[in-house]
């Protein structure tokens, strides 16, 4: 029997008044589990995983086979690209519009920026 049920039980029995019952404490997962990522830094990581999954989509199948998105890192998308040419190509001339599209999906709080590196 769990000691506080019965330090409860035998209160009652001895006529003696009833003890303040603590305020519940209970929250609703929905309202608790966004805080925990929050401290524990996960939002980013599982923003992260859908910015990756949908980088395909996104930028097109020419460009997804030759980049990959490697990290998310406080609102800046770094991005591994195989040639300089199409490091050029992406930061001097696409930037701009595959921004517009990952703000559009994502938010503006999730991307602010894109980095492109060769490598």
């Not at 990522?37 to 995983?49: A, I, K, N, T, V």
């Not at 030759?66 to 591994?80: K, M, N």
């Amino acid at each position: 029997m769990n000691s506080n049920l019965r330090a409860i039980a035998i209160a009652e029995w001895r006529g003696l008044p009833e003890p303040k019952q603590r305020a519940d404490r209970f929250q609703s997962t929905s309202d608790v589990l966004p805080k925990i990522m929050q401290r524990l830094g996960l939002r980013e990581r599982l923003h992260e995983g859908e910015v990756m999954e949908a980088w395909h989509n996104i930028v097109g199948e020419f460009i997804a086979a030759h980049s990959a998105p490697v990290a998310l890192r406080e609102g800046i998308l770094y991005v591994r690209v195989l040639q300089p040419t199409l490091h050029y190509e992406l930061d001097q001339v696409s930037k701009i519009d595959i921004l517009r599209k990952l703000k559009r999906r994502f938010g503006t709080k999730v991307i602010r920026d894109i980095r492109f590196r060769v490598g």
